[in-house]
């Protein structure tokens, strides 16, 4: 009964920037983990950012110093802002909750 709906994805040209978003319904995120993977054409999914309930933030390495993820537990969402894009950011981003739920994903393409 858990749904996980992302938003705010689309074009962009490389070094710009977007802001995802991820709102949870019919559950209560602060007893859990939360982040983002992200499916990268050729590659298989992989883990973009999470977020733990104290707060604590890890990235992979391809994104760090230009992702930042953030959550706000009283409206059940989570972000994701992207700066600096680059072309091998283009993807599927998707939101998971507890790394068990997950949304239906949303469609990050950066080209000139």
């Known amino acids: 009964q858990v749904q996980l709906v992302e938003s705010g994805g689309g074009l962009v040209p490389p070094g710009g920037s977007l802001r995802l978003s991820c709102k949870a319904s019919r559950t209560v995120i602060s007893r859990y983990s939360m982040g983002w993977y992200r499916q990268v054409l050729g590659k298989e999914r992989e883990m973009v950012a999470e977020i733990t309930r104290s707060g604590s933030e890890s990235y992979r390495d391809s994104v760090k110093d230009r992702f930042t993820i953030s959550r706000d537990n009283a409206g059940n969402m989570v972000y994701l802002q992207m700066n600096d894009l680059k072309p091998e950011d283009t993807g599927v981003y998707y939101c998971?909750?507890?790394?068990?739920?997950w949304g239906p994903g949303t469609q990050v393409t950066v080209s000139s």
């Open positions: 998971h909750l507890g790394r068990a739920f």
